[in-house]
T-cell receptor
């Protein structure tokens, strides 16, 4: 079983839709959870960073962490064509440890 | 704005030559930086951890003599691809955390093409 599982997609939605992206993980020692957005041929851009279970909202983005189920989600409201990108979940044990990434989900938002 | 700057963004070189990629933290000191490699439509693969003032730590299967890493200051790490071959063509990305327990901030990557 891989440490982090993420559906690669592609996920295609119409403009204005609510998008749900998910990752599951197996290592209960992960403490910090991130979502990155990566456009083609660009470096990943940090979208959300959470520590505890629960929800964190930033504009159209909501990150949700359920540590008991080892499940994290990213919701995008009112999706826009500019949201079309690959979304990577990532997890951190703590300290200066390396991130463990999911494989990324490609999202396509059509006008 | 960007907190990690990477240069160059794109480089083409001939087989057998060496290429240096620079990674700078812009408004913070980074004792640790990470170098990743990414093939098309694949996720990030960690190559090595760059530590200021000491030797880099390489992941299994990454040739340390081929991918030379130097972290000479708290804001600069460099990756040199030595004697490059076409199979080294890839997208190289550096990253750094602002501090302990912090997420990584990534540079915009360097696309290397070896002809």
């Amino acid at each position: 079983q891989k440490e982090v599982e993420q559906d690669p997609g592609p996920l295609s939605v119409p403009e204005g839709a609510i998008v749900s992206l998910n990752c599951t993980y197996s290592n209960s020692a992960f403490q910090y959870f991130m979502w990155y957005r990566q456009y083609s041929r660009k470096g990943p851009e940090l979208l959300m960073y959470t520590y505890s279970s629960g929800n964190k909202e930033d504009g159209r983005f909501t990150a949700q962490v359920d540590k008991s189920s080892k499940y994290i989600s990213l919701f995008i409201r009112d999706s826009q064509p500019s949201d079309s990108a690959t979304y990577l979940c990532a997890m951190l044990l703590g300290g200066y440890s390396t991130l463990t990434f999911g494989k990324g989900t490609m999202l396509l938002v059509s006008p | 704005g960007a907190v990690v700057s990477q240069h160059p963004s794109w480089v083409i070189c001939k087989s057998g030559t060496s290429v240096k990629i620079e990674c700078r933290s812009l408004d913070f000191q980074a004792t640790t930086m990470f170098w990743y490699r990414q093939f098309p439509k694949q996720s990030l693969m960690l190559m090595a951890t760059s530590n200021e003032g000491s030797k880099a730590t390489y992941e299994q299967g990454v040739e340390k003599d081929k991918f030379l890493i130097n972290h000479a200051s708290l804001t600069l790490s460099t990756l040199t691809v030595t004697s490059a071959h076409p199979e080294d063509s890839s997208f190289y990305i550096c990253s750094a955390p602002r501090g302990i327990n912090s997420p990584l901030h990534f540079g915009n990557g360097t696309r290397l093409t070896v002809t």
